[in-house]
T-cell receptor, first 111, second 115 residues
């Protein structure tokens, strides 16, 4: 089983649509969770951290379920500029902390 | 926000040559830096963790003699791909961990093409 597994995608949606990304992780000792976005041929950029209580940042809502080791990202009212690859990222390791990346899900928002 | 730079941003070299990539944290000190590699349509794969003043920790399957890492100061880590071959062609990305905020910031990446 992969350490971090995401929807394979790609997703093609019209502007204004709501999009949901799903992710599962295998290491139950993981301690931090993130969603990054990566544009074509660019480095990943942090979109938001994910907390157990769930958190929202404008049109973006992230949820974490530690019991089922599941992370989600919801984008409401999608914009053309949301087109990118969304990466589910899990941090673990304590003193040897490292990030493990999912393969990413490509989103294309169409006019 | 914090900035991490990488140099060069792209490089093309002949098979058998060595290539050095620099990663700098520009406005914070980073005791730990990370080197990743990303092949097309694949996820970022951690190659090694670079600790200032000590030896790097390599992930399983990454040859330490081929990918030399030096982290001589709190703001600079270098990755040298020795005797590069076409299969080493990839997007190499570093990240630096801000010791104060415990946040990781990514460099813009270096695209290596080995002919």
């Amino acid at each position: 089983r992969k350490e971090v597994e995401q929807d394979p995608g790609p997703f093609n949606v019209p502007e204004g649509a709501t999009v949901a990304f799903n992710c599962t992780y295998s290491n139950s000792a993981s301690q931090s969770f993130f969603w990054y976005r990566q544009d074509c041929r660019k480095e990943p950029k942090l979109l938001m951290s994910v907390y157990s209580s769930g958190n929202e940042d404008g049109r973006f809502t992230a949820q974490l379920n530690r019991a089922s080791q599941y992370i989600s990202l919801l984008i409401r009212d999608s914009k053309l500029s949301d087109s990118a690859t969304y990466l589910c990222v899990v941090g673990s390791g304590g003193s040897n902390y490292k990030l493990t990346f999912g393969k990413g899900t490509l989103l294309t928002v169409n006019p | 926000g914090a900035v991490v730079s990488q140099h060069p941003s792209w490089v093309i070299c002949k098979s058998g040559t060595s290539v050095k990539i620099e990663c700098r944290s520009l406005d914070f000190q980073a005791t730990t830096m990370f080197w990743y590699r990303q092949f097309p349509k694949q996820s970022l794969m951690l190659m090694a963790t670079s600790n200032e003043g000590s030896k790097a920790t390599y992930e399983q399957g990454v040859e330490k003699d081929k990918f030399l890492i030096n982290h001589a100061s709190l703001t600079l880590s270098t990755l040298t791909v020795t005797s590069a071959h076409p299969e080493d062609s990839s997007f190499y990305i570093c990240s630096a961990r801000d010791s104060l905020s415990d946040t990781q910031y990514f460099g813009p990446g270096t695209r290596l093409t080995v002919l």
